[in-house]
């Protein structure tokens, strides 16, 4: 919850490895559980209050492992406080070793994708898909996490890729399995979702409940200006190597920190002060230790 003093403040995170990049497209992906602390430490220093991390095998392939998940969170912990946000997002039905994450590493925060939807990369230089699925959350896969959730005291993220995702949360308040306070993630600018315009950001958060939180995730080349127009509406945001590899004079960036550093002039420059992790923790009603 918000009081004067954090009336303004922004809480940063930095999604310091995705589940598909590799160091073939950016070399400062970090693949191991030592490796993702590191940049969760980089993050830290620079100003980031939350680290959202999907886990990976040695090799880079992803791996919902809830071993490897445990390695991250003990390797981050021992050099920095921040908050931690672990990805469940799957293509498939099962998510048993999500579920036994969440109640056996308990990191602060989950996220949660809150609905189906298209989704694909259309490279218009090749004319031809990239690539062409469905990513499928239908409500019994999202009730089976939220539960975990509860039972953990794990704070649930919910990433809408569009309009009725933010408006489907309906049933769930209803039948008390989501609970407010409410934390949402606005994903701009993946095929198949909302557009990365100031007007998808405004309509989203006059959807969600009164007194939410909300950040934007804004993907590739509209990643800036769309942060940008998230401090303007009051939001937080999230940079990182899983959302863009590029820094704001176009340069790839060496690490995670130095998008963060990036991110944090961004807020001073419309005066704007990032939240330290006890101000987020207190911002996103998130018990800190438990």
């Known amino acids: 919850m918000r ?3 954090t009336a303004e403040k922004v809480v940063i995170t930095c999604a310091v490895t995705g589940a598909l990049a590799n160091r073939s497209q950016c070399p400062a992906i970090p693949y191991t559980p030592q490796e993702i602390a590191l940049e969760c430490k980089r993050a830290y220093d620079a100003g980031a209050a939350i680290a959202h991390i999907h886990a990976r095998n040695d090799d880079g392939t992803p ?7 445990e390695a991250i969170r003990e390797e981050t912990q021992k050099l920095c406080p921040i908050i931690l946000n672990f990805s469940t997002g799957s293509l498939g039905e099962d998510v048993s070793e999500q579920v036994e994450m969440i109640r056996n590493v308990r990191p602060h925060i989950a996220a949660l994708n809150m609905g ?6 259309y490279s218009p230089k090749q004319k031809r898909f990239v690539f ?8 019994s896969k999202i009730s089976r996490l939220l539960e975990a959730m509860n039972e953990a005291q794990v704070k649930p993220e919910l990433e809408c890729f569009d309009t009725g995702h933010t408006a489907g949360i309906a049933p769930l308040l209803e039948m008390g399995v989501l609970r407010p306070p409410l934390q949402f993630s606005f994903i701009v600018n993946v095929l198949g979702g909302i557009p990365p315009l100031i007007e ?8 969600m409940p009164a007194g939410s939180e909300w950040q934007v995730i804004a993907v590739s080349h509209v990643h800036w200006r769309m942060l940008g127009a998230a ?3 009051g939001g937080n945001i999230r940079t990182g190597l899983e959302d863009h590899f ?3 004079n176009g340069e790839m960036a060496q690490s995670n920190g ?16 990032p939240a330290t992790v006890e101000e987020a923790a207190q911002i996103l009603n998130i018990p800190t230790s438990r």
Not at 116 to 121: D, P, Q, R, V, W
Not at 132 to 139: E, K, Q, R, S, T
Not at 258 to 273: F, Y
């Open 116 to 121: 189906s939807m298209n989704y694909a990369k």
């Open 63 to 69: 791996t919902f492992s809830p071993k490897v998940f």
């Open 231 to 233: 401090l303007v509406l």
């Open 258 to 273: 130095a998008l963060v550093e990036a991110a944090v002039r961004l807020c001073r420059s419309i005066g704007r002060e």
């Open 246 to 248: 590029y820094l704001p």
């Open 3 to 5: 009081t004067s003093s």
């Open 200 to 207: 998808s950001l405004q309509l989203q958060a006059k959807i």
């Open 132 to 139: 062409d699925l469905v990513f499928p959350n239908p409500y």
